[in-house]
């Protein structure tokens, strides 16, 4: 199946994260503590958690730190309690944004998130007023160049829902979230390493901006993505 152009969309993605490198052990803690007070602190019984766990190994997170926050999450350590609250709008242009947090204080968040939106030219929209435009799944990104009947064979049989080869070469495999995991596993083990993995919010389609709006939608999801309480964000613009 063929897709559209999304490979600069998540380089550039993954430098404007690279940049906020002091944000990403805040949340993946937050990520943590959540996951095991949901489901537990057993890594083989909560694959939430072993997904929060790989993130903390990828962004260099001692282990004895990663320990202590499952441990508190689990109630053998004092700690605070988050909730997850989504939120949804359209930035620049009408594109759809859905922003995820975890917080100790919805008041305050939601406000910090109006905020943003209404500053920066987008506006706070209703629940489910956008999600319909993305699909939760697992995705997996290959550069291109990627050898895709190899990709395809083995994503494929490990249970992958599609394998989608996007307009510039970069390969997509989508998974259900169940199956993220094993897929992931599969292709590892066929020595095939994805440039990004993660369970997501995938846009089903994409809004073109032009340079000058596509500055300022840049600014609204960096104002968003710096607020404190703000875990995840995505949108369909292409950048």
Same mark, same amino acid.
């Given at each position: 199946?063929?897709? &559209?152009?999304?490979?600069?969309? /998540? =380089? &550039?993605?993954?430098?404007? =994260?690279?940049?906020? $490198?002091?944000? /990403?052990?805040?949340?993946? %803690?937050?990520? /943590?503590? @959540?996951?095991?007070?949901?489901?537990?602190?057993?890594?083989?019984?909560?694959?939430?958690?072993?997904?929060?766990?790989?993130?903390?190994?990828?962004?260099?997170?001692?282990?004895?730190?990663?320990?202590?926050?499952?441990?508190?999450? *689990?109630?053998?350590?004092?700690? %605070?309690?988050?909730?997850?609250? $989504?939120?949804?709008?359209?930035?620049?242009?009408?594109?759809?944004? %859905? @922003?995820?947090?975890?917080?100790?204080?919805?008041?305050?968040?939601?406000?910090? @998130?109006?905020?943003?939106f209404s500053k920066h030219g987008g506006?706070?929209?209703?629940?489910?007023?956008?999600?319909? =435009?993305?699909? &939760?799944?697992? =995705? +997996?990104?290959?550069?291109?160049? *990627?050898?895709? #009947?190899?990709?395809?064979?083995?994503?494929?049989?490990?249970?992958?829902?599609?394998? %989608?080869?996007? #307009? #510039?070469?970069?390969?997509? @495999? *989508?998974?259900?979230?169940?199956?993220?995991?094993?897929?992931? !596993?599969?292709? #590892?083990?066929?020595? +095939?390493?994805?440039?990004?993995?993660?369970?997501?919010?995938?846009?089903?389609?994409?809004?073109?901006?032009?340079?000058?709006?596509?500055?300022?939608? !840049?600014? +609204?999801?960096?104002?968003?993505?710096?607020?404190?309480?703000?875990?995840?964000?995505? &949108?369909?613009?292409? +950048?």
């Amino acid at each position: 199946m063929a897709g &559209h152009s999304k490979w600069a969309n /998540i =380089q &550039h993605r993954k430098g404007r =994260q690279d940049e906020k $490198r002091g944000k /990403i052990w805040t949340r993946i %803690i937050r990520e /943590i503590t @959540v996951a095991a007070r949901a489901g537990g602190g057993d890594l083989s019984a909560n694959p939430r958690l072993r997904l929060a766990v790989e993130k903390a190994k990828a962004a260099n997170m001692p282990a004895d730190r990663v320990k202590y926050n499952i441990d508190k999450a *689990t109630g053998n350590a004092e700690g %605070i309690s988050y909730e997850e609250i $989504r939120y949804e709008g359209y930035g620049i242009g009408g594109a759809a944004i %859905i @922003v995820d947090t975890m917080t100790d204080n919805r008041v305050r968040t939601v406000a910090e @998130v109006r905020h943003a939106f209404s500053k920066h030219g987008g506006n706070m929209g209703t629940e489910g007023s956008v999600a319909f =435009q993305f699909k &939760h799944c697992g =995705q +997996l990104v290959f550069a291109p160049g *990627t050898n895709e #009947d190899r990709l395809m064979e083995v994503a494929l049989e490990a249970g992958a829902e599609d394998v %989608i080869t996007d #307009d #510039d070469g970069a390969i997509e @495999v *989508t998974t259900a979230p169940a199956d993220f995991e094993a897929v992931k !596993q599969a292709l #590892d083990a066929a020595g +095939l390493r994805p440039e990004v993995s993660e369970v997501t919010m995938r846009a089903e389609n994409t809004i073109d901006l032009s340079e000058d709006d596509a500055a300022r939608m !840049q600014k +609204l999801l960096d104002v968003i993505e710096d607020l404190d309480d703000v875990q995840a964000v995505y &949108h369909n613009a292409a +950048l």
